[in-house]
């Protein structure tokens, strides 16, 4: 069965320093894709960063990378000098090949507040 | 601007009646999904749609209802057979089936049913 795993209900983290939302993922697919997303209080989902299994660099967007570790199965979000403004919930998810459809799986987020 | 539309933000309802939310993009995209959001939950799949008149349920499709008759709307209709019908409903799309097709979220519709 395909699964994501966040164990980290809550973070807090300084403003301008670094912080690393961990995730875990489970699937015996070998092609698979990973993807953040953030959910601000307004409730809209916010597409941040995408992973393909087969990527042999980690992705990068911005102040945004992911720490893909593809042998231990985490594939852990790291956001760099954080802002006010990102202080929301943030989710991973998979998408997998060889199920019925190709749908995305969440995990159950992290709530991160940012500290002035 | 493209984007996604839900409408209403905001829905109260009493029990025993269907109510419908709607969802609408202008990203031509071809795949269009529902989800349910609880507290404290991420989302799950209700049904989803790959092409125009076609649509699959997803893992929580029980007292739910869609209908796909064109490319820009998939409208949701939450039944009076739905148990426990309050919830954050979000509308999603993506241009298709691969692997890295990011899905494109709409605001949201938050469901109160009493």
Do not use: H
């Given at each position: 069965a395909q699964k994501i795993t966040q164990t980290q209900p809550g973070?807090?983290?300084?403003?301008?320093?670094?912080?690393?939302?961990?995730?875990?993922?489970?699937?015996?697919?070998?092609?698979?894709?990973?993807?953040?997303?953030?959910?601000?209080?307004?409730?809209?989902m916010i597409f941040l960063i995408y992973q393909g299994s087969y990527d042999q660099q980690n992705a990068t967007e911005g102040r945004y990378s992911l720490n893909f570790q593809k042998a231990r199965k985490s594939a852990n979000l790291v956001i760099s000098a954080s802002q006010l403004g990102d202080s929301a919930m943030y989710f991973c998810a998979m998408r997998a090949v060889g199920g019925a459809t190709n749908k995305l799986i969440f995990g159950t987020g992290t709530l991160l507040a940012v500290q002035p | 601007d493209g984007g996604i539309t839900q409408s209403p933000k905001y829905l109260f309802r009493k029990e025993g009646q269907n109510v419908t939310l709607s969802c609408e993009q202008n990203l031509n995209h071809d795949?269009?999904?529902?989800?349910?959001?609880?507290?404290?939950?991420?989302?799950?799949?209700?049904?989803?749609?790959?092409?125009?008149?076609?649509?699959?349920?997803?893992?929580?499709?029980?007292?739910?209802s869609v209908s796909r008759e064109k490319k820009e709307s998939f409208p949701l209709t939450v039944t009076s057979a739905q148990k426990n019908p309050t919830a954050f409903y979000l509308c999603a799309s993506s241009q298709g089936e691969r692997l890295y097709y990011e899905q494109y979220f709409g605001p949201g519709t938050r469901l109160t049913v009493t």
């Open positions: 973070m807090f983290v300084q403003e301008k320093e670094a912080v690393t939302l961990d995730c875990t993922y489970d699937t015996s697919d070998p092609s698979y894709g990973l993807f953040w997303y953030k959910q601000p209080s307004s409730g809209e | 795949a269009m999904y529902w989800y349910r959001q609880d507290p404290g939950q991420g989302l799950r799949l209700i049904y989803y749609s790959q092409i125009v008149n076609d649509f699959q349920k997803g893992d929580i499709a029980e007292g739910y």
